[in-house]
């Protein structure tokens, strides 16, 4: 009896040895196949392609945040700066990708703020503009009156064919119109812009008086635009004045800075 029950402990000693060391192999098995203990060789690219299967025991955001960062750091690699994977294991990676993406987000976020600030300004900018425009709109209207095509002089040393355009200058305001600087801009029919040329007036224009202006350019191959306008048919072009400075009696000058799209 005494035997037997010896025996039965042994037995029992054995097994409880088998299920520790059993136990034991499973604990080094599971801190092998630890994904976050892979330790990136000199191509981390390569490494996470060799290693994915493991890899995607990672939880998801792990597993992106990972393949994110690695992207970014092969192509900061590409430009010659060296990788920062390179040498790390998983786990050190991966907090460095956390600080990498709470970076990201800051500039993100300040690059969001930068662009509502810019837009505001632009908002602020666009309205005084148009206040401006609305008030130059609202002293003097230039409008086109007439094209004539002069034929070439060769008497006067003028081969060339001479487009005349004329403008009607109106002043719409409570003072005179002293000078006025701007720029004349040619449409098709389509809205397609053919040519636009300056435009300076130094007549004074007085209180609800009209001045016209003729403008006279030569038209040869060098300018091909004006020469476009000169063979158009009357009818099938639009001309617009856009102002970029008006001078008042009293000295009072208006400036627009901004020139419209072509």
């Known amino acids: 009896m005494i035997y037997h029950w010896a025996k039965v402990k042994s037995i029992r000693g054995e097994s409880m040895l088998n299920r520790y060391i059993f136990l034991l192999l499973l604990l080094i098995l599971s801190a092998c196949s630890n994904p976050k203990d892979i330790r990136f060789g000199a191509s981390p690219s390569d490494d996470m392609q060799k290693n994915e299967a493991k890899l995607k025991k990672l939880p998801p955001t792990d597993f992106a945040l990972l ?13 010659g700066r060296p990788n920062p994977a390179v040498g790390k294991t998983v786990a050190e990676v991966l907090d460095d990708a956390r600080s990498w993406q709470k970076a990201q987000e800051i500039a993100a976020a300040e690059e969001r703020e930068r662009q509502e600030s810019a837009k505001l300004m632009a908002g602020r900018v666009e309205a005084e503009r ?12 230039v409008t086109f009156v007439k094209r004539t095509i002069i034929p070439p002089n ?7 064919p001479v ?3 004329e403008y009607d200058i109106e002043n719409k305001g409570g003072k005179a119109i002293l000078a006025l600087k701007g720029k004349i ?3 098709d ?7 636009d040329h300056p435009l300076q007036v130094d ?16 038209v040869s191959p060098v300018w091909r635009e004006m020469m476009a306008l000169a063979e158009l048919e009357d009818g099938k072009f639009s001309a617009s004045f856009w102002p970029e400075s008006l001078v008042l009696e009293g000295g009072e000058t208006l400036r627009l800075s901004d020139k419209p799209a072509n």
């Open 67 to 79: 393949t994110s960062y690695l992207n970014s750091a092969q192509a900061s690699e590409i430009k």
């Open 130 to 141: 148009k206040l401006l425009r609305d008030r130059v709109a609202g002293l003097v209207a």
């Open 163 to 165: 487009v005349r355009l």
């Open 185 to 187: 801009t040619y449409k």
């Open 189 to 195: 029919l389509f809205g397609n812009r053919i040519v």
């Open 154 to 160: 060769p008497s006067a040393q003028r081969n060339e």
């Open 203 to 218: 007549k004074t224009v007085p209180i609800g008086g009209h001045v016209t202006v003729p403008v006279n350019y030569r």
